[in-house]
């Protein structure tokens, strides 16, 4: 029997989140970075307690006072959540603790993009999965769309990968699993989860870009993700990075997709028919062409990056996606022409490799409804 996420005073859910961040707190650091009082801390943890959210490891005397602080962290095996990523053509899924640590992954192609058939194959998986969890208690399904909120819902503006215009996936997830549903685009949901428990932890500010079939780019400013007005902010796909270069299909002469994406590097290196990895090993192997198409994506890469710091001035990028062999094969043209763009500006930008993987972006699934859940 599922036990329903409680409603928590903001006390609890500020303290619950400080712990997730940092995985082991003591009463006192909380008390500190939450600027709560002695009272109002014993009540947000005694709620957090009774709900076993959160479970004592012990004290810890490092405080400037010496006193003995109790050790916090969250429990296991009480809550658990279910992350999902959807592609065009697959399902991957993970359940994870409260803390954001994987118990289960599993993945399955996608049988029928249609939104009822696949919100029956997302609930027929949690179902799966929920024989060996049944402490799950939400769904986070993270998915390639623009995803707003329309009165009060969770609504999937649209998606291109999909095939869908303005689909209530969480409501259709909801009504099936009887769980709580959240959707979010994969990028956004993503740079939630970095910023979280990633390379981009404790970060305020932060700028998660993803290199791959499709370029993408996340944003944490002051502390929170920004998804936009739209649902879109992020989508670089077609940002004028190099004048004069090859068409990219919309009339865009040298935008990110006439270099960057990994289907138009195999174009640009004369191969069209081989995959990625075998242009990849080809350019590796110092073929000059394949070298020279991965040079120029290097180049848009660069601009892209450039672009991210002007805008945002962020304090970290973080840069992911199954599309990294572009910054391992072209790092020199990356960072000339990155250097070249941010002109006036000279610091040193932090770059961040986080190595690709889909039970990465199934695990951001469940860490977007652990957020959700804390209204964060
Ligand atoms: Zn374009």
């Keep these: 029997m599922t036990e329903a996420w409680p409603a928590l005073p903001e006390g609890s859910r500020l303290a619950l989140r400080e712990i997730l961040i940092h ?3 003591s009463r006192a650091e909380i008390a500190r970075s939450l600027g709560l009082s002695r009272a109002s801390l014993t009540r947000a943890m005694r709620i957090l307690v009774a709900h076993r959210l959160v479970v004592e490891v012990g004290t810890d005397v490092r405080g400037a006072t010496g006193r003995p602080s109790e050790l916090l962290q969250a ?4 809550w658990e959540f279910l992350g999902v990523k959807l592609t065009k053509d697959r399902l991957y899924a993970a359940v994870t603790d409260l803390g954001g640590r994987v118990l289960a992954l ?8 249609a939104p009822d058939h696949l919100a029956d194959q997302v609930s027929a998986v949690a179902d799966r999965l929920r024989d060996a969890h049944p402490a799950v208690c939400a769904i986070g399904v993270s998915l390639p769309g623009d995803v707003v909120e329309r009165d009060g819902a969770s609504i999937v503006a649209a998606s291109q990968f999909l095939g869908w215009r303005n689909v209530p996936f969480a409501g259709l997830v909801g009504e099936r699993s009887g769980l709580t549903v959240f959707t979010a685009n994969d990028v956004h949901a993503l ?7 990633g390379a981009g932890a404790g970060r ?5 870009v993803t290199v791959g079939e499709g370029i993408g780019l996340g944003l944490i400013a002051n502390g929170q993700v920004s998804t936009g007005a739209h649902g879109r902010l992020g989508r670089i796909g077609h940002l004028a990075v190099l004048g004069g270069g090859p068409d990219c ?3 865009h002469a040298g935008c990110t997709s006439s270099f960057l994406p990994s289907p138009v590097i195999v174009r640009n290196a004369g191969r069209s028919g081989m995959s990625y990895d075998q242009v990849v090993e080809l350019a590796r192997s110092g073929d000059a062409r ?3 198409a991965f040079e120029d994506a290097g180049r848009a890469l660069g601009v892209v990056l450039a672009s991210a710091v002007l805008i945002a001035d962020p304090s970290a990028i973080v840069l992911t996606g199954d599309g990294l062999p572009v910054y391992d094969l072209a790092r020199s043209a990356v960072d000339e022409s990155l250097r070249a763009a941010l002109k006036p500006y000279d610091e040193p930008v932090t770059i961040e490799v ?3 993987e889909f039970s990465e972006w199934a695990r951001a699934g469940a860490v977007l409804a652990i957020r959700r859940l804390l209204d964060d």
């Design 204 to 208: 305020r500010s932060m700028v998660l």
């Design 249 to 251: 299909g919309l009339g």
């Design 23 to 25: 995985g082991v707190l």
């Design 191 to 197: 740079t939630a989860k970095e910023h979280w428990l």
């Design 354 to 356: 986080q190595p690709f």
């Design 106 to 113: 599993h993945e399955e192609a996608i049988v029928s993009p």
């Design 75 to 78: 429990s296991t095996g009480v």
């Design 290 to 292: 394949a070298l020279a």
